[in-house]
């Protein structure tokens, strides 16, 4: 009965921002650590942003500074600040959970990034 639900993407203009939440069911939210991939068409999936469970932060490179990754463990719930959008950021978001070898993912979120 696991589930991870991602929120809030949509359509915005390059420079814009965006918040995108994940709310994840039917774990054990505070020991998990979560994460944020995204994939573009003709792309492979990428890593943008996880954090562990004690809080420590890891980004890609081509979103540092732009981007924010954040949990509420009373909510269940990891979020995706994005900044200063660019068109390079248009993709299929998806939301990760990761314990030792047991890993779960959301169905995705699309973000589009255009004017």
């Known amino acids: 009965q696991v589930q991870l639900v991602e929120s809030g993407g949509g359509l915005v203009q390059p420079g814009g921002s965006l918040k995108l939440s994940c709310a994840a069911s039917?774990?054990?939210?505070?020991?998990?650590?979560m994460g944020w991939y995204r994939q573009a068409p003709g792309k492979q999936r990428e890593l943008v942003a996880t954090?562990?469970?004690?809080?420590?932060?890891n980004y890609a490179d081509s979103v540092k500074g732009r981007f924010t990754i954040s949990r509420d463990n009373a909510r269940n719930t990891v979020y995706l600040q994005m900044n200063s959008l660019k068109p390079e950021d248009t993709a299929v978001y998806y939301c990760?959970?990761?314990?030792?070898?047991?890993?779960?993912w959301g169905q995705g979120t699309q973000v589009t990034v255009s004017s």
């Open positions: 039917g774990i054990l939210f505070k020991v998990y650590a």
């Open positions: 990760n959970a990761n314990l030792a070898r047991t890993y779960y």
């Open positions: 954090i562990t469970s004690s809080e420590n932060t």
